[in-house]
């Protein structure tokens, strides 16, 4: 089994190939690849690899599939005995990333 934990949008990951995963918004049109190189582990077939902070040469490419918005969150401002309330709603724009290959 390989795997790897990596680094992007601010997030680490454990990430496997054949999957998809929802990362913040990354710029780029759906249907293109990227290269994430902020590898931190890499584990191929019970071989561990461990970077210090990451791993050279180990990169890993993926396929944008869509952008999308996540799940709706509110938000709720209240000050006691002032009369102001406040109601807000969130909702993160993300892309969804397949994961093609994890290459060293």
């Known amino acids: ?3 790897a934990i990596i680094e ?3 997030k680490q990951l454990w990430i496997e190939e054949g ?3 929802d990362l913040n918004h990354i710029p780029v049109e759906p249907g293109q690849s990227i290269i994430l190189g902020k590898v ?3 584990n191929k077939d019970g071989h561990v690899s461990l970077g210090h902070p990451c791993i050279e040469g180990a990169v890993i490419k993926a396929t944008v599939m869509r952008h999308l918005r ?3 969150i509110t938000v709720f401002k209240m000050k006691p005995k002032k009369k102001m309330r406040l109601k807000k709603g969130h909702r993160q724009e993300l892309t969804r990333l397949m994961i093609d290959s994890i290459m060293t």
Do not use: D
């Open 1 to 3: 089994m390989t795997y």
């Open 8 to 10: 992007a949008s601010g």
């Open 19 to 21: 999957r998809y995963y």
């Open 40 to 42: 931190l582990l890499l």
């Open 70 to 72: 996540g799940k709706k």
